[in-house]
């Protein structure tokens, strides 16, 4: 499994470091994500890094997020920055050794998510 954690209160224009930590499996195998859900919204995908190291973000937060993959640490991490309160949602965690995607569903790892809020 992995867990999550970094997630908080926050104005905007702040930024916000979280963290993902892969428990049982090493994260150089597998393709790493990072999904977002806001309240009454589907689960979107936010960025995902494969199993070379190869990144793919969002159009909606491209530019203020950075995400990096710490194979020794069996972590990843996701630097957010100038937050907007679109930004606001619950940040899940996900990793599957063959998919390396946007779809949820694809996944067959998750975490229980950190919360993060933005206020104006």
């Known amino acids: 499994h992995v867990v999550e954690s970094g997630g908080g209160s926050v104005q905007a224009g702040e930024s916000l470091n979280l963290t993902c930590v892969a428990v049982?499996?090493?994260?150089?195998?597998?393709?790493m994500a990072w999904f977002r859900q806001a309240p009454g919204k589907e689960r979107e995908g936010v960025v995902r890094?494969?199993?070379?190291?190869?990144?793919t973000y969002a159009d909606s937060l491209k530019g203020r997020i950075t995400i990096s993959k710490d194979n020794a640490q069996d972590s990843v991490n996701l630097q957010m920055s100038r937050l907007e309160p679109e930004d606001t949602a619950m940040y899940y965690c996900?990793?599957?050794?063959?998919?390396?995607?946007?779809?949820?569903?694809?996944?067959?790892?998750w975490g229980r998510g950190t919360q993060v809020s933005v206020s104006s």
């Open positions: 890094v494969d199993r070379d190291g190869r990144t």
């Open positions: 996900a990793a599957d050794r063959h998919y390396c995607g946007f779809l949820p569903l694809n996944y067959n790892t």
């Open positions: 049982g499996f090493p994260v150089r195998n597998y393709c």
